[in-house]
């Protein structure tokens, strides 16, 4: 922010509705932010929740945390009250903003010089919570030195896949780390300009790429569907170099489709913990025809390799393997002691099966675990499962994710009543919105009278996601 506030003062920086920031005035906006923060309270090191859509306010925000020396603690919007009071009293945040605290803050903030509360490059500059295993969200340490390393490691690409001249749109929630630094992050480290877009609309969004030039995006296999879609799509499309999906595989379709009109679509692989991109299939023999369905190559500086269930590299091409990392893009663990994080040799294991062919371009096939991604964001069942469980009349649960066209993947639930007791499935839905946020819902609700079982009692979610072996309705 400094250096590109110093390089460039007068070039446009930060397109957000009808707000619009020069490097100038986006770096004193930041500034003004840092000390506003500060007079309220916190003291370098502290958490400081931001519960914001994407926009000018957020990016200030975020960054003026940063240049406070605070932890920022990104929450989704769409979170209940219930989520949001998880995490706050997880991570010790000892100020939530959400949009209307945001611009009081804002409002009062004092005049000053900046602050500087420059961080070593171990120090936590981002506490971004994902759900774990037991669906309980916690906190992916995200420290200066993983946050930096990852803008590097895009940066190292060559030919270069942003550059100071680009107008890079940013359709996701920042309060996602591929919205947040693949996004954001990207175009501070090249001096791109940024063009945030809160509500995803085809159409209008389509309508503010023609209008603000728009040269590079980021997005998720939906949005690439619905703008495929829209007759608007060239138009909106006719300035883009360099376009990059994530989240989800993007289907052939699409990439059949925009390739059609002159327009290649990257597919790309990563994690929160990963600070987010691992992988992208605009290395290699993927720069100009990217293999559909593969996820490409590591970037520079991050080793890949896949490891069978008994921890050896897995040597044949063709042969599935977990995902382990090595970079320092990593995380420092996870909230508040560090558990669970890269191991003594820097490598750290993915939940995700990939297979790599002769050229070491991965393929996603699986996941070690059940976890659904909705929109980009995790969910797991066990967490719907529960929430579904809180209605009177519940026997069994058992939620599985399935490919779904517009988010990437969506909740299914299969629910097993008590003997006697009739459900009605926007009757359980309307139980779990109490607890969950909407992206976690179940997108479907089937009501059947048993679920298929191993010979030990265990459920085979395997077959439920497949539609087999499901006795019902009931």
Known sequence: MRR????????LALVAGVTRLTWHGFDASVTSAALALLAAGPAPGDRVMLQLGTGADF??????????????VPVNPSYTPAEVEHIRTDSGAVLHLDATSARGLLAGAPSGPDPRNDRAPEDVAALMYTSGTSGRAKGAMLSARALGANLDQIAA???????GDDVLLVPLPLSHIFGLNAGLGMALRTGATAVLVDRFEPGATLETMAAEGVTALLGVPGQYGAWLAHPAMA?????????????????KGIVDGFAAAGVTVHDGYGLTEAAPVVTINALGPGREHPTIGHVGLPLPGIEVELRDPEGEVVDEDGDPGRIWIRGDNLFSGYWPDGADGPDADGWFGTGDIAIADGLGQLRLVGRTSDLVIVYGFNVYPAEVESALADADGVAEVAVVGVADARTGEAVRAYVVPALGVTLRPEELLAVASRSLARFKLPSAIEIVT????TVTGKIMKWQLDRGEDVDGPA
């Open 59 to 72: 990016a200030v925000l975020y960054l003026g945390a940063l240049r406070a020396g605070l932890v920022a």
């Open 4 to 11: 590109a506030a110093r390089e460039r003062p007068e070039r």
């Open 450 to 453: 048993s679920l298929p079982r």
């Open 157 to 163: 690409v060559e030919p270069a896949l942003l550059t």
């Open 235 to 251: 138009r909106g499309f006719a300035s883009v170099r360099f376009a990059m999906s994530g989240s989800a595989t993007l289907g």
